[in-house]
Each structure stands twice: as structure tokens, then as C-alpha cells.
């Protein structure tokens, strides 16, 4: 299960957003689908699969398909320290 991280600002933006880590003044764009992602994690912490459920309900794709892509996402946005996994 991940949920988002304290300290960030976060800005939509026309396709995407634009996140600041206040604790480093690093600043991240995030394209529609990480956008979508961590939209889905504002509401309560989840886990990828969770996510691919919400997102086969908004877009037209399968989940075999979109799975690994927002795996990556969890993935690079947990290296950036914007999410945490927890229990």
C-alpha cells in the first residue's frame, strides 16, 4: 500500500501536474497518468492493483496493460521520496 508523502505542494497543470518537495525545492512534473495516480492516492492509501481497478474504470484499457506502467510510476515516485509503501 503506498500513500503520498507530507511537504508537497502540488499544481495542476494542462495534461499533468507539477509537484514541489518543500523539504529539497525539488520539483517533478508529473504526465496525466502519474497525475491520475497520485490523485488515486489522495483519497486513501493504495496499492497498484487497487489503481489499475480505478483507472480501467475512467480509461479504456486493460489492466494487463496499464499494471506495469503504474508499477513504474509507484516505483520512480517512491525513489523521488513522494510516496511511501506502508504496511
Same mark, same amino acid.
Given at each position: 500500500?503506498?500513500?503520498?508523502?507530507?511537504? #508537497?505542494?502540488?499544481?495542476?497543470?494542462?495534461?499533468?501536474?507539477?509537484? #514541489?518537495? #518543500?523539504?529539497?525545492?525539488?520539483?517533478?512534473?508529473?504526465?496525466?497518468?502519474?497525475?491520475?495516480?497520485?490523485?488515486?492516492?489522495?483519497?486513501?492509501?493504495?496499492?497498484?492493483?487497487?489503481?489499475?481497478?480505478?483507472?480501467?474504470?475512467v480509461?479504456?484499457?486493460?489492466?494487463?496493460v496499464?499494471?506495469?506502467?503504474?508499477?513504474?510510476? #509507484?516505483k520512480?515516485?517512491?525513489?523521488?521520496?513522494?510516496?511511501?509503501?506502508?504496511?
Open positions: 500500500m503506498y500513500r503520498r508523502c507530507e511537504d #508537497l505542494v502540488v499544481c495542476d497543470l494542462d495534461g499533468g501536474s507539477a509537484l #514541489l518537495d #518543500l523539504n529539497t525545492s525539488t520539483y517533478f512534473k508529473l504526465n496525466s497518468t502519474a497525475s491520475f495516480i497520485w490523485e488515486k492516492l489522495g483519497d486513501r492509501p493504495m496499492d497498484a492493483d487497487m489503481i489499475a481497478e480505478e483507472m480501467i474504470q480509461y479504456d484499457v486493460d489492466k494487463a496499464c499494471l506495469p506502467d503504474i508499477q513504474n510510476v #509507484l520512480d515516485l517512491a525513489m523521488a521520496k513522494l510516496i511511501t509503501d506502508q504496511p
